[in-house]
């Protein structure tokens, strides 16, 4: 006899094991990044770096909120305190860029070229995108507005892999220092906004 078609709720329990691999990827993946970019970033005295780094390790938190949303069901009391801690941290990244920004003005630090750097966040740029995708048509799959929403964040890590590796490489061909810092000002802006963002949602 033919086997029996997958019930719903083996469709249902097959996505979530997807939804899961894919944020357990994307965890992975960032907390391997940190290590790189902490390395690239002091080795180039890199502003933009340093801030991807930082926002690597804001994108580990989120990934285990999510995580433990696909796990377990947790309370609206529980989701809203998370998602505080995202945007506070969001901000507070914000903040360090500005502050490193200044630092590195006044004391005429003019970031070297990082080969390290280029190679990683271009590799970042295409896995970034793959997960997004993978995570939006799970989450639609689903009906899941967490996995859905993740997506977007993990979508936006690629455009800011983007800008920065831009940046990098303007600086590493044309010795343009200053895309460096336009590369964390543009991570500036990302935090200020997901920060409000995410302090909004959880009120």
Not at 133 to 150: I, M, W, Y
């Amino acid at each position: 006899m033919p086997a029996a078609p997958p019930s719903s709720a083996d469709q249902r329990a097959r996505l979530l094991r997807r939804g899961l691999w894919l944020e357990y990827t994307t965890l992975g993946w960032n907390a391997v990044e940190i290590g790189f970019l902490v390395l690239a970033a002091a080795t180039a005295r890199s502003v933009s770096l340093a801030g991807f780094a930082l926002d690597s390790g804001i994108e580990i938190f989120a990934s285990l909120v999510v995580i433990s949303e696909l796990r377990v069901t947790s309370s609206p009391d529980q989701h809203r305190r998370a998602v505080r801690l995202i945007g506070g941290a969001f901000l507070a990244l914000a903040a360090y860029i500005v502050a490193q920004a200044a630092v590195t003005l006044a004391a005429g630090i003019r970031p070297d070229p990082s080969p390290l750097g280029i190679g990683w966040l271009a590799a970042t740029c295409l896995v970034m995108l793959g997960l997004a995708a993978g995570k939006a048509r799970t989450g639609r799959s689903l009906a899941h507005p967490v996995l859905q929403a993740e997506a977007g964040v993990t979508l936006i890590d690629a455009a800011l892999a983007a800008a920065i590796l831009t940046g990098l490489i303007l600086n590493a061909v044309a010795g343009w220092w200053w895309a460096d810092l336009a590369g964390g000002a543009i991570i500036v802006a990302y935090g200020i906004r997901a920060g409000r963002d995410h302090l909004r949602a959880s009120g």
